[in-house]
Nanobody, 120 residues
């Protein structure tokens, strides 16, 4: 079993910053991609930022220049630094990982989601 635990969401004023964290634990052999998605009410889940095990990153156009994804492979943790937050960034953010379990099975896992609210 693998668990993803997210933290760091909350309420922030426009222009403010938040840092999300997602820690993976359990029967992990290795981790491939670690990503952040978000999903608003009635909307499809969209990719916000992604990082591979080699450190390559990819961002949605709407967050380029404002958000930074990073990972600590030793801690099996991915971070999302969100700066200059806008009201339209308000939604639930989900961590996603592609993991090779100790059984050598390739598995997808999602975090429980963390609410980010940008409002004055």
């Amino acid at each position: 079993q693998v668990q993803l635990v997210e933290s760091g969401g909350g309420l922030v004023q426009p222009g403010g910053s938040l840092r999300l964290s997602c820690a993976a634990s359990g029967s992990i052999f290795s981790i491939y991609d670690m990503d952040w998605y978000r999903q608003g009410p009635g909307k499809q889940r969209e990719l916000v930022a992604a990082t591979t095990s080699s450190g390559n990153t990819n961002y949605a156009d709407s967050v380029k220049g404002r958000f930074t994804i990073s990972r600590d492979n030793a801690k099996n943790t991915v971070y999302l630094q969100m700066n200059n937050l806008k009201p339209e960034d308000t939604t639930i953010y989900y961590c996603h990982t592609v993991i090779v379990a100790t059984s050598r099975a390739l598995m997808n896992y999602w975090g429980q989601g963390t609410q980010v609210t940008v409002s004055s």
